[in-house]
């Protein structure tokens, strides 16, 4: 008789089969009933809706989203295609914000079927999905297939969306402006239906944008055609921006776009500088003093049980790997070690930063040294491989509470030598610090770390401008992450520049 891990690794081995190629969502006629039952009594799937599955782990911990949210996109495509075949597509605002690589997970997605019953569909964590009746399916040259998703294709959607779409998502909608290279497709559905409003909404859009080329072509060929056009600006509310070369990546753009956009709301919110240190010795001193308060806080953010005798014996060099069993093994004393060699590296840099060097500069040069550092200990235990010192991620990832999805591991190549692009060009130092460390965190460029490196980058950056090493504490580990959330979901820098400043201002 198999005995009771047997009987799991064979439930594991059939979940393997369907794991092939990438899939994280099934459908449970897939598996016989004792090994779908098996895997989810086990932790190692977890049902969204009656007769369907996703792949889950039994480490997940409650509440975690992580699993639902890495098959979200998967799972909408799977179920669409089950119940509506090939008709169906989003809408064309959902099609614009993934055409602009928007990477937050919507609380509903609304998905037009002929075949649709105007019923809204709760899935798990808060979304749900809103199958609507629509008669008539597009023509087929307006939609686009990507990743499984019927979406609209970039032109036609633009033509649909509403003014108040354009102004409540400026950097989406620019970002797929600035991809439209010629009016040539644009003209000949605005030409053929007539648009003569939607016309001069684009017109204005384009001319907001620094693209007067093709909002002078669209406004001249109305004309000539014979319509009355009237320009109006969709981004009236929102400073103009210069036009992004239509070669660079989408995630370019959309870091730019947001670095401006946000860039006047911290100039309002944090203190002045107070210039740099006088005394540079005292400084460094203040620096060294922190450490034990600053890694007791920042390791506990991440889940790191740390006491302050570990971090005085990692400290005291009594932390000793070869000969002592349980720093071997302790997952928290390589983490503190980890830390504290991290720490001494940055503290170089601040060294070199308060004596006016550009910080964007030095740190876009040693901040992979930082990120080797924090990990050395767990590669001399062997509990990480050491290609884990290699750099930036090579695989997606996903924060455990959040519907922010940091960019594809692709994009990451483009998107960080962008960020140390402004942080070197950037003149204040506060808004170095509070856009540094939230746009290092939309980036999460590395696989483990990117809470303790934002952190460090920020500090880093705080020096450049004089203010004090700054601690985020454990007890404020809500309110921190739900501002960052608040920036990378919705655009709104404003409470994450409000906390980080409260705790600078005490002491400047």
């Not at 509506?84 to 928007?102: A, I």
């Not at 060097?357 to 040069?365: K, S």
Request: hydrophobic share 40%; proline share 6%.
């Amino acid at each position: 008789m198999s005995t009771p891990n047997e009987k799991l690794a064979a439930s594991l081995s059939a979940l393997q089969e369907l794991q092939k190629a990438g899939r994280r969502v099934f459908q449970s006629n897939e598996l016989s009933r004792i090994h779908r039952e098996r895997l989810l009594q086990n932790g190692f799937l977890r049902e969204v809706i009656k007769g369907w599955l996703i792949s889950s782990s039994p480490s997940v911990r409650d509440g975690d989203s992580t699993p639902w949210y890495a098959s979200f996109w998967e799972f909408c495509a799977r179920y669409c295609e089950k119940r509506f075949g090939v008709q169906w597509h989003l809408s064309p605002e959902q099609s614009l914000l993934l055409h602009s690589e928007n990477t937050v997970i919507p609380s509903q997605v609304i998905v037009s079927s002929p075949k649709g019953t105007n019923n809204k569909i709760e899935l798990l964590f808060g979304t749900s999905l809103y199958d609507l009746k629509e008669p008539q399916l597009p023509l087929a040259p307006d939609l686009i297939t990507r990743d499984g998703l019927r979406l609209f294709a970039p032109i036609p959607a633009l033509m649909k969306v509403s003014e108040t779409f354009f102004n409540r998502n400026p950097i989406e909608i620019r970002l797929v402006l600035a991809n439209i290279r010629d009016a040539s497709e644009l003209l000949r559905r605005l030409l053929d239906g007539g648009h003569s409003v939607v016309a001069g909404r684009l017109a204005g859009a384009f001319r907001h944008t620094g693209r007067t080329d093709i909002a002078d072509e669209i406004l001249k060929t109305m004309t000539t055609a014979g319509y009355a056009v009237r320009e109006t600006d969709p981004f009236e509310t929102q400073q103009p921006l210069a036009a992004r070369p239509v070669a660079a990546p989408p995630i370019v753009g959309r870091m730019q776009a947001m670095w401006d956009s946000m860039r006047g709301k911290v100039l309002e919110i944090f203190p002045a500088s107070p210039g740099l240190p006088q005394d540079k010795d005292a400084y460094l001193r203040s620096v060294d003093e922190i450490y034990r308060n600053d890694a007791y806080h920042s390791l506990s953010i991440e889940g790191y049980t740390v006491s302050v005798e570990l971090i005085e014996r990692v400290r005291a060099g009594n932390w000793n790997p070869d000969n002592h069993d349980a720093d071997r093994q302790s997952r928290d004393a390589l983490a503190a070690r980890g830390y504290w060699q991290a720490f001494q590296t940055v503290k170089k840099d601040v060294r070199e930063i308060i004596t006016g060097v550009n910080p964007g500069t030095l740190v876009r040069n040693t901040h992979r040294e930082w990120y080797r550092q924090l990990f050395q200990p767990c590669v001399g235990a062997g509990l990480i491989t050491p290609g884990a010192l290699a750099g930036y991620r090579h695989d997606a990832v996903y924060l455990r509470t959040s519907r922010y999805i940091p960019p594809r591991w692709e994009a990451v190549r483009d998107a960080m030598p962008t960020l140390f692009d402004f942080l070197e060009n950037e003149t204040d130092a506060g808004v170095r610090a509070v856009l540094g460390h939230w746009m290092f965190g939309y980036i999460h460029p590395y696989p483990d770390g990117n809470g303790r490196m934002a952190r460090f980058l920020m500090n880093a950056m705080l020096a450049s401008g004089g203010y004090p090493w700054t601690i985020i504490r454990v007890e404020d580990r809500t309110p921190y992450l739900t501002a960052l959330d608040r920036a990378s979901i919705d655009g709104d820098i404003g409470p994450f520049a409000d906390f980080i400043a409260k705790r600078v201002r005490p002491s400047t």
